[in-house]
């Protein structure tokens, strides 16, 4: 049973860009929610997707944006990369309405340069 | 607003024995849920432990137990019979239901455990 796949794992992005993470959920679960844990901090909610759309979103700016596929994948975009967008991006997968069960992934560490 | 503390940055441990990691939290809903995740340098969250604020017993799995403390706000992780493996990040965490059927997760900043041969 595979659990949550992100890719990539590794990557470095110049100042300006614009980058496009990617989340495969664990089967069965229907949510994917991402997280940006930033060095020696603890993860900080970004938003959560749900039937394809946006239901929950944390305080980020509106650069950054995500999207939900019809098999639950999901992905986040960040545009105008910042030098303070580097961090471990994780996500997470759950079914709708599950108050425990949370699957993460490895992450995906974005560096900016 | 929902927060969750943890005062320990760093800890170190002897092989085989016990270490309490603390965890104190703040909330005004009445349902909530804390959580224990162990993050090693692969940066993977891997759960070890859920209470949920309604539960009457201390919630156990395994070599890990949380002292849930529910008038004090606080709920520390307990590891038994320490090994060299349970050196990692670990991080207290609570639910926070804003609406519409979904959950998102407070996390702490985390207490680096080190355990020691």
């Known amino acids: 049973d595979a659990g949550v796949t992100q890719s990539p794992t590794h990557l470095i992005k110049t100042r300006g860009q614009q980058v496009t993470l990617r989340c495969s959920p664990k089967?069965?679960?229907?949510?994917v929610s991402w997280y940006q844990q930033a060095l020696g901090q603890g993860p900080q909610f970004i938003f959560q997707?749900?039937?394809?759309?946006?239901?929950q979103r944390g305080n980020f700016p509106d650069r950054f944006s995500g999207h939900q596929f019809p098999n639950y994948s999901s992905e986040l975009n960040v545009n105008a990369l910042l030098l303070g967008d580097s961090a471990l991006y994780l996500c997470?997968?759950?079914?709708?309405?599950?108050?425990?069960?949370?699957?993460f992934g490895s992450g995906t560490r974005l560096t900016v340069v | 607003a929902q927060k969750i503390t943890q005062t320990q940055p760093g800890m170190f441990v002897q092989e085989k024995e016990a270490v309490t990691l603390d965890c104190t939290y703040d909330?005004?809903?009445?349902?909530?849920?804390l959580f224990w995740y162990k993050q090693p340098s692969s940066g993977e969250m891997i759960f070890l432990i859920y209470?949920?604020?309604?539960?009457?017993q201390n919630a156990t799995e395994g070599r890990y137990s949380l002292n849930f403390q529910k008038a004090r706000k606080s709920a520390n992780l307990v590891i038994s019979a320490s090994q060299l493996g349970d050196s990692a990040m670990y991080f207290c965490?609570?639910?926070?239901?804003?609406?519409?059927?979904?959950?998102?997760?407070?996390f702490g900043t985390g207490t680096r455990l080190k355990v020691l041969a």
């Open positions: 997470a997968s759950s079914l709708i309405g599950a108050q425990k069960g949370y699957t």
């Open positions: 089967s069965g679960h229907d949510t």
């Open positions: 997707y749900y039937e394809e759309e946006e239901r």
């Open positions: 909330t005004s809903d009445p349902s909530y849920g």
């Open positions: 209470q949920g604020s309604y539960d009457q």
């Open positions: 965490a609570m639910r926070e239901s804003p609406g519409r059927g979904t959950y998102k997760y407070i």
